[in-house]
């Protein structure tokens, strides 16, 4: 079974009653951490709980030391999966309110834990249920504890150190998925310093969506990502972004066309500038 899955609306209105459907919303803003809350307590996919970025899919951020969304603690993520009714066999379905871009992260961190397969993204998210007619609840749904077990696999991360020895090497690709003007260094909305990594190149996340916001199709995005590789294998990409979100936007399209599972740069931009050791490049 393929890592990476999308699951439509239509598809996931037929499985709602299925024993084994457990469904997260990711929904989440970065200039409003209630904003996910928020809306989950207005309206959400009957059979939902809310996966915060902050509290659930993050761990607390160490001043000059981490990024702004460190990666969350594998024990404590393991519990509250379990706490959320989620089972070793569980179908589990992520959505946000559109991109998906928080639902990838999800969807990354559940990879991380061991969690290969039944791990679907609702294409076009909140925003295509909606446009769809689908039936909002809000009510917290009450399973019986689940019995996840999460064992985290360390070759799916890159730290600043080993990325750091690595730059200048012809046969890294290091992509990163924030937005052009911020890779170039014209404006910096969250970080302290503007800029990328040298050597990087620019894979805006949302170029992964068409005009729609449902993903491209495997054989499109196989083409931008040829692009992106010029030849190079796969196996030695990186994917960062601002602060490990976004990315995971990137690695779940590189495994929807078809490449391996490429690894994180979890800490990203929001952690690389943090010593000012660390290289940056301004432009393109």
């Excluded at 696999?153 to 990163?176: C, F, K, W, Y």
Aim: net charge negative; proline share 7%; aromatic share 8%.
């Amino acid at each position: 079974m393929p890592l990476a899955q999308l699951i439509s609306v239509d598809q996931l209105k037929q499985r709602l009653n299925q024993p084994r459907l457990r469904i997260l919303d990711c929904r989440f803003a970065l200039d409003n951490p209630a904003y996910g809350k928020d809306r989950y307590a207005e309206g959400h996919v009957p059979g939902a709980h809310h996966a915060d970025l902050n509290e659930d899919l993050s761990s607390p951020v160490i001043k000059g030391v981490t990024g702004r969304h460190p990666l969350p603690s594998p024990d404590a993520l393991s519990e509250r999966l379990r706490q959320w009714g989620i089972n070793q066999d569980s179908e589990i379905v992520l959505y946000d309110d559109g991109s998906d871009a928080f639902a990838a992260r999800a969807w990354w961190t559940l990879v991380w834990l061991g969690k290969r397969d039944g791990v679907y993204l609702l294409d076009g998210g909140m925003k295509a249920w909606r446009e769809a007619g689908g039936a909002l609840s809000q009510a917290v749904p009450d399973y019986a504890l689940g019995n996840f077990q999460g064992q985290p696999d360390p070759l799916l991360l890159v730290s600043a150190e080993d990325l750091q020895q690595r730059l200048g090497d012809t046969s890294l690709t290091l992509i990163d998925a924030r937005a052009l003007p911020r890779f170039k260094g014209e404006v910096e909305p969250l970080d302290p310093v503007a800029g990328h990594i040298p050597g990087a190149q620019c894979a805006v996340y949302l170029g992964n969506l068409d005009s729609n916001g449902r993903f491209l199709s495997p054989q499109q995005l196989r083409e931008r990502f040829t692009g992106l590789l010029q030849g190079r294998p796969v196996s030695e990409l990186v994917a960062y972004c601002g602060s490990g979100v976004t990315a995971c936007h990137n690695l779940f399209s590189l495994c929807l066309a078809g490449y391996p599972l490429a690894p994180l740069y979890a800490g990203s931009w929001s952690e690389w500038v943090t010593n000012p050791e660390r290289p940056v490049a301004t432009g393109e």
